[in-house]
């Protein structure tokens, strides 16, 4: 799972580690440490929409996630689009970082920063 946090008043945007999912207890305190670290005020989530704009599985597991967070974090949670983020986030860092498999170690990071810096560009 990546992580970005952003400023809305600059629009500016920066990534932070990923995590391995576990249990979502887990996730959740992995999650509420980095809401009390950086005194961040909204969540937005990725919407894993298909190409077409349906709802696949796993974007009824997105929103099962965001019920869940929701029941146990008093905060705004929205939405954001995420089709082609990882894409994009795969085409910044190809000509920063030769390696697929170290790419791969920090594309859910940067598709987390993609998928904000559209948030912020909207807002």
Same mark, same amino acid.
């Given at each position: 799972?990546? !992580?970005s946090i952003?400023?809305?008043? $600059?629009?500016?945007?920066?990534?932070?580690?990923?995590?391995?999912? *576990? *249990?979502? $207890?887990?996730?959740?305190?992995?999650?509420?440490? %980095?809401?009390?670290?950086?005194?961040? #005020?909204? %969540?937005?989530?990725?919407?894993?929409?298909?190409?077409?704009?349906?709802?696949?599985?796993?974007?009824? *597991? $997105?929103?099962? !996630?965001?019920?869940?967070?929701?029941k146990n974090? #008093?905060?705004?949670?929205? !939405? $954001?689009?995420?089709?082609?983020?990882? !894409?994009?986030?795969?085409?910044?860092?190809?000509?920063i970082i030769?390696?697929?498999?170290?790419? *791969?170690?920090?594309? #859910?990071?940067?598709?987390?920063?993609? %998928?904000?810096?559209?948030?912020?560009?909207?807002?």
């Amino acid at each position: 799972m990546g !992580f970005s946090i952003g400023d809305t008043s $600059v629009k500016t945007a920066t990534p932070l580690p990923s995590m391995n999912r *576990k *249990k979502p $207890v887990h996730d959740l305190t992995h999650i509420k440490k %980095i809401l009390d670290d950086y005194e961040i #005020d909204k %969540i937005i989530l990725g919407y894993p929409l298909n190409m077409n704009g349906s709802h696949g599985p796993v974007t009824r *597991k $997105v929103e099962a !996630f965001k019920s869940f967070l929701s029941k146990n974090i #008093d905060i705004e949670i929205q !939405f $954001v689009d995420e089709r082609l983020t990882s !894409f994009e986030a795969e085409e910044l860092l190809k000509p920063i970082i030769k390696s697929s498999q170290k790419r *791969k170690k920090i594309i #859910d990071s940067t598709a987390a920063l993609v %998928i904000l810096k559209n948030y912020l560009n909207l807002s």
